[in-house]
């Protein structure tokens, strides 16, 4: 009973079971002038994709708690996939897978 409280009353923790996947920054990068985009190699489920979302800073390498957005599969082969990464402070932000290696 303590415990089912204890996860009921944390705002933290229940925000953290919405947020499943751990991604894994191994290379952040920021590409263009004035406006920037900001380009992370990350490491999701063992594979290894690019993730990009407009940003004016870098974003420390380590891992973060991400959730698929969006995901559109396409029977040809053609994908789209969104995601959400939840940081620390709470903040949300969205990113586009825009690349996928093996």
Do not use: N
């Not at 079971?17 to 489920?45: E, K, M």
């Not at 991400?66 to 396409?74: F, M, N, P, Q």
């Not at 994908?79 to 825009?98: A, C, P, Q, W």
Request: aromatic share 8%; proline share 2%; charged share 25%.
């Amino acid at each position: 009973m303590a415990q089912k409280q204890r996860y009921s009353t944390s705002s933290k923790s229940a925000e953290a079971y919405q947020f499943p996947l751990l991604v894994h920054v191994t290379h952040a990068r920021l590409i263009g002038q004035p406006i920037s985009t900001l380009h992370l190699d990350v490491v999701i489920d063992g594979k290894t994709v690019e993730l990009e979302a407009g940003a004016t800073a870098l974003l420390h390498t380590g891992e973060y708690q991400a959730r698929i957005v969006t995901d559109d599969e396409k029977k040809s082969g053609w994908f789209s996939k969104m995601y959400e990464l939840l940081f620390t402070d709470g903040t949300k932000v969205m990113f586009s897978e825009v690349a996928e290696s093996e």
